[in-house]
């Protein structure tokens, strides 16, 4: 939903849907913006005044009547390039900080739909193949099928690999059909299927470069975890590809 993804740009839920209103108007009083917003007249001029602060809106004053206008679509782009190249400025020093801190595990704590997508926006950070386990008729419940085939695209775009184990299911077993795009280089995902009623994972546990994720798969349990620690991802990575290896036998039986 447009104002959904406005939101995610920055704006609140307020200055979308008055800045979408503004532009369906193609300007005009306060009066009129608040009554078709369906907002309050006293609210839609302060969130007209911060979507000026914001350079989105624009206003002048004709017979003592103040008419707000919305600047071209294209400034929403141009404000989050600018702030994308910043981000780009600062991030070799931040890194340096990070290489200077102690060496010591960290951990970071998430919770609902929203905090486990950053972990799995997280992962799109790898630079080297992705392993775990999961449950792929459970994770379109906790995602979102959406979110599933952007990510999807996106890490296929990025090349990164990956390598899962999952309880067998009929989702599951169309989860890369249904989710990943058409075409895609089947040597960057490779799933096992593996004994559902042995084997029916609640949690999903990812292994990438010096981290492990694991992320609840139940919906009434929206918890996830990143720990940091090049110590502990490489046990798991070991334990993973011991787990693989017998999985790996157990399907060429």
Known sequence: MLLDELEELGLSKEEAKVYVTVLELGGSC???????AGVNRVACYHTLSKLRDKELISSLEK?????????????LVNKQRILLNRAQEILPELLTLKSNS????????????DGIKKIFEDMLTSSGEILGYTNLENLPNVLGEKYLADYARRKI?????????????E???????????????????????????????????????DKVAIISLNSDELIGLIIESSIYANTQRGIFNLA??????????
């Open 63 to 75: 017979n003592r009547i103040k008419y707000f206008t919305a600047e071209p679509p294209q400034t």
């Open 157 to 169: 775009n990025q090349k990164i690999k990956t390598r899962m184990l999952s309880p067998i299911s």
């Open 30 to 36: 306060v009066s009129v913006i608040a009554k078709r």
């Open 171 to 209: 989702k599951g077993l169309k989860y890369t059909e249904k989710y990943y795009p058409k075409d895609f280089d089947q040597n960057l995902v490779e799933i096992l299927f593996i004994n559902k009623r042995q084997f029916w994972f609640e949690y999903e546990i990812n292994i990438y470069g």
């Open 102 to 113: 102690a060496y010591s595990p960290k951990i970071h704590y998430y919770e609902g739909s």
């Open 244 to 253: 693989w290896l017998g999985a790996t036998s157990f399907v060429a039986k």
